[in-house]
């Protein structure tokens, strides 16, 4: 099975105007704004397509922004770096704020859609700080920490939720919040973070969410590389060998459309191409390698993310994988090392969806 790479078609750029947005935009801090704007829009009988991002916008958001536009009337983008979903020791600090580029591109956006024409009328970004979002007690970071939580078992224990324990009930109250405060009719995430999407609609069925979970494809760069705002950690060593994960997890998909359902066959021809990878960079010299850590490759059920030990070809699999690129031993001199030098260790999540006859989980994923 070949990876499938969706392209844009001006594309991971934002074309640049010379006018102002012709659509209006808006920025709100709180959610009496956000309350009257949704009072005014649902008496005009208007929907809103909500897009939840932590800023640092790159093309696969940009994707999402423009799934909404095309189908919803009005365009909702949040941008908060919401603590809850950062581990004790995770990188809440140094996480990428890019406040000013974010804005640009929202506004040129604005101008592209009403260049185009189309049913989008507006776009508000909605930008609280965590007093906002967490009114009660500050929020916590802890496994047993205190505050109003929103917990989906077992999906969050599973994969990232067993190497991240706090992350899911971050992520899942944090979204419960924001479709309480904008209360979209549909709201987009994308398939790099294939969890959360299965986690989130779960929570919106379970609690009888009147919202819509839509699911963008993945967007990656040329090479195959999953589009993500830690990618700016990577620098150009890291950022080389860290295709090694979308080539892993491309060795497994190829192997499932040569008739391979097994998950132990499945599983190692992601960890011989792992393991090579690892063993090239292990011979070279500290000031040439890029080590990585494997955290876990998957073969899961595409709705209950639980390990299968063969592929339902009916139901298909959801084949995911997370790698840690380590620190960098010995930068050189005038090499560009990326954000942090080459020191943070830089996590990367990836997933191939093995389609099956019945698309449990594939037939939901935006065309």
Known sequence: MRLTVRRLPLQTSVARYHTQPLIPFSIARTVPEVWRERKELTYKRQTIGLVPTMGALHAGHISLIRQAALENDNVYVSIYVNPTQFGVNEDLGSYPRTWDKDIDILKRLCQEFASRGGKCQSMTVFAPDTKTMYPGLPPTSEIAGQGSFVTTTPLATFLEGASRPVFFRGVATVVMKLLNIVQPER???????????????????????????????????????????????????????????????????????????????????AELVLSSTLESQRELAPYERALFEVDYISVAHPSFMTEVKAVDRREGAILSGAIKMLPLEDVQQGEYAGLGGGVPTVRLIDNIILHGTSEIFGAKVIP
């Open 187 to 269: 709201v987009y995430f994308g398939q790099k973070d294939i969890q959360q999407t299965v986690v989130v609609k779960r929570m919106v069925e379970d609690f009888h969410l009147d919202t819509e979970v839509r699911v963008g494809p993945t967007i990656r760069e040329d090479d195959g590389l999953a589009m993500s705002s830690r990618n700016v950690y990577l620098g150009k060593r890291r950022r080389a060998v860290s295709i090694v994960l979308s080539r892993a997890l491309q060795a497994s998909a190829q192997a499932y459309a040569s008739g391979r359902t097994n998950r132990s066959e499945l599983l190692e021809a």
